[in-house]
C-alpha cells in the first residue's frame, strides 16, 4: 500500500470510529428525565450506576458543541450539549462556595462530592465557551470566563479556596507544584481564545506563564521525563514515591497542547521541546512484551505505588495517536508515522469494539479488558476519544491535501 492510500485508509477507519463512539453515546448515555449525561455504561451500554460525573457533564456539553464547529451544527449535538449545559447549572455549581463545582452529583442533580482540584471548573469553561462560539450565546461566554479566572485565581494562589478545602498534604510539612495545573490551563485557554478573539492579549499572557510553569519546573531533561510533583520551585524529590511519578500519557497529551501553542507562535524552540518531552515519555511509557503504553513509571525505575501502574487506559493511547501525527505532520519525520501506526494497531486489536462502539477504557497489561468490561465510568465518557478521533480526521485530511 503507498503512502498516500495508508493515510486514506487510516482517515477511513478514524472516521467510522467516530461515527460508532458518537452513536454509542447519544443513544446509550443522555438523560432524557434530568438532564445531562450518565457515563456509567458497561460494555453494551448498560447504565450501572446513575450518580454523574460533572467533569463528563463539561466534557460531554464541549465535544458535542466542538463537534458542531468542525462539521456543521446538527440539532441532536447541539441539543445534547445544551442538556449538559443546562445540568450543571442548574445542579453543579456550588453556590454558597464561590461557584466552586461539585464533583459528582447524583442522577436527578444532589450534590454529592467536592474536590479541591479545579478540573470541573475547566471542563464547564471549554463547554459554555465553544457553545458560544458556535451559537453567540453571550450569557455562555461570561461563564466561561468567570469560571477561567476563577480556576487562575485559585490556581495561582490569589484567593482562598471559597470551599475551605486545604491543600492535600499538610502545607507545613510539604507543599508543591502539580503538572496538570499549568498544562489543562494552557489547553483551557487554547479553547477560549478561539472563540474569544476579544480577549486575546489575556489568553496570550496566561498561556505564556503555563509553558514556563511547565518548562521551569515539571521538565527535567536530566532526568529524561516530565514530573507530575514536584517542589515549590521545581525540586526534586526523589527519596518519596510521589516525586518520582510519571504518567506517561500525560506527558504526552502535554506535549500536543505545548505543541498547537508553539504553532499558534511560530515558536520553533518549544516545539523542538515538546517533541523531547513526547520522545522521552513514550520510549519510557511503552510496553515492549505486550504492547501499549503503561499508565505510571518510576522515573527512578523504582517499584510504583499505584496498583494500577501497569495496566493500560483508553486516553493516554489517544494521546499518542494525537501528539505522533501532530508531529508527523509538522515534521515529516517518519519516526512518527511509525508510532502512530504502531499505536492506531494496538487500539484496534485491543481498545476498539465495533460490535458496540465506543472503546473498552480499562485492560490488563496483557490487553484484555478488565472483566466485567466497562466503556465508561466516572472518568470515561466522550470526550478523549471523539476529540482524538475529530483532531485526526482533520490532521489526515491536511496531510493528504498536501500530498
Known sequence: MDHKARLQSHQKWIQEELERSIRFWMKNGMDPVHGGVYTCLDREGKVFSTDKSVWMQGRCAWIFAYLCHVYGVKEEWLAASKSCLDFMERYCINRAAGNRMYFTVTGDGKPLRQRRYCFSEGFYAIANAEYYGVTGDKACLERARAAYDLIWNLNQGLIADPTGMGPKTIPETRSGRALANPMIYLNITSVLRRVDPEQDALYSERAAQCVDEIFRYHYKPELGCTLES????????????????VNPGHDIECSWFLMEDANRKGDKKQHEVAVKIFDQAIEA??????????????????????????????????????????????????????????????????????????????????GKPTMPACKGSTFKGPFHLPRMLVMCDQMLGQLLAGQ
Do not use: Q
Open 230 to 245: 514536584v517542589g515549590p520551585n521545581g525540586e526534586f524529590r526523589g527519596d518519596v514515591t510521589e516525586g518520582r511519578v
Open 285 to 366: 511509557g511503552w510496553d515492549y512484551e505486550y504492547g501499549g503504553l503503561l499508565y505510571f513509571i518510576d522515573c527512578l525505575g523504582r517499584p510504583p505505588e499505584a496498583y494500577e501502574h501497569d495496566m493500560k487506559l483508553w486516553w493516554p493511547h489517544d494521546e499518542i495517536l494525537i501528539a505522533s501525527l501532530m508531529i508527523y505532520r509538522d515534521t515529516a519525520d517518519e519516526k512518527y508515522l511509525t508510532w502512530f501506526e504502531r499505536t492506531l494497531d494496538y487500539c484496534k486489536e485491543h481498545f476498539s469494539d465495533p460490535e458496540y462502539g465506543d472503546w473498552y477504557g480499562y485492560l490488563r497489561r496483557d
